[in-house]
């Protein structure tokens, strides 16, 4: 039974005062090492401070997506078999979230999830086999799946593109396609998304250069760009997006190292006013790397700043002022200033000890 642990009083009624400058942070973590799942805390936007509020349990919790609304929440159980899940959350009037039902995501090793507000609908990328599974729900819990679709195909790196393996799911800021990222046929898939939130099962393929494993993406908020980061090469592709037309109009490079084997870029995000980009490194390059978005929508590099080992998932605060990046390695999410005039961050020195954390959520 899953189940929250209260932890400290004073971050919790912060949170019911409505303080515009206090945010909910929510981490998801991988569970190896004995601890819940997932963790939050109270962040102060002043200063990037934090604190420990209460802990829910959940197996491998290493993506999770809160509602617009605030009100639900889903995770993720990133396993195999019968294991492999995904868990409803409401949270109370006293902003504490509770798990309300978990239901199988047929697909295995469920790695990324994202929720349509029109209808109300949930989405997880599948990576082992390399699949979608789409989910109505009812009051905020979870109905048994609708829809299972299954991807086929591989490309040229023998060692990690013998089969797809479906990494993100994005909608576009309309909500009326859903993207796939896959990273083990470089391809992404686009579906039209109906007004129940179903997808359709025929869908198009937008071709990725060959050996690059296309990993994440993010649209701007007009949804006239695109930015997706492939693992594999290092590399950020920017689209133009006219409808359901994707135009690539640049490619960059964000793992400047010289290592000769495969490279790990993970995630990818703009900050909240649009002006920049971030993408992770892992592994050859433990770095975030800083791109200011020109006009065009095409980017330009500004910095690379290391950070601990293995970054995962990472995200800005709503204000943009701080940047949480999730070490999974060291078990411990790094909180950096950032100036959005230069582009530049800065180590606050206010580590939040998680074991293995993957995903970073804020939730006013």
Not at 226 to 254: C, H, P, R, W
Request: hydrophobic share 35%; proline share 4%.
């Amino acid at each position: 039974m899953i189940s929250f642990i209260l932890i400290s009083i004073h971050a919790l009624f912060s949170t019911m005062t409505h303080d515009t400058t206090h945010y909910q942070l929510i981490v998801g973590s991988y569970t190896a090492n004995g601890n819940p799942g997932i963790e939050v805390y109270d962040v102060n936007g002043i200063t990037g401070a934090s604190s420990p509020m209460y802990q829910l349990k959940n197996k491998n919790a290493s993506y999770l997506t809160v509602s617009p609304t605030g009100e639900y929440m889903y995770a993720v159980s990133e396993d195999n078999g019968g294991e492999a899940k995904i868990t409803s959350y409401h949270k109370n009037s006293k902003g504490v979230f509770s798990s309300m039902n978990s239901t199988p995501t047929v697909g295995a090793a469920p790695c990324f999830v994202t929720y349509r507000k029109a209808s109300q609908t949930v989405y997880t990328a599948n990576y082992t086999g390399g699949s979608l599974s789409v989910f109505k729900t009812k009051g905020g819990e979870l109905l048994p799946i609708s829809q299972h679709i299954v991807y086929s195909g591989k490309s040229i790196n023998t060692s990690r593109q013998m089969e797809p393996h479906a990494h993100n799911v994005v909608l576009s800021p309309d909500e009326k396609f859903l993207y796939v990222s896959d990273l083990g046929t470089d391809y992404i898939y686009q579906h039209k998304v109906s007004k129940d939130g179903t997808v359709s099962v025929t869908y198009k393929k937008i071709k990725i250069n060959a050996g690059n494993g296309p990993r994440h993406l993010v649209f701007d908020k007009s949804g006239t760009r695109m930015y997706l980061v492939s693992e594999l090469k290092g590399l950020v592709d920017v689209f133009s997006v006219a409808g359901n037309q994707l135009k690539k109009i640049q490619t960059i490079l964000t793992d400047t190292s010289k290592a000769k084997e495969d490279k790990a870029s993970a995630d990818i995000h703009i900050s909240p006013n649009g002006k920049w980009l971030l993408v992770s490194n892992r592994i050859t390059s433990n770095d975030l790397a800083v791109f200011k978005i020109l006009p065009d929508g095409k980017l330009v590099a500004r910095s690379h700043q290391p950070v601990a080992d293995m970054p995962r998932n990472f995200c800005f605060d709503p204000s943009g002022k701080f940047v949480f990046v999730a070490s999974q390695t060291e078990s411990r999410v790094q909180v950096f200033s950032f100036d959005d005039n230069s582009g530049l961050l800065m180590d606050t020195k206010q580590d939040i000890n998680v074991s293995m954390p993957v995903c970073v959520v804020f939730q006013h």
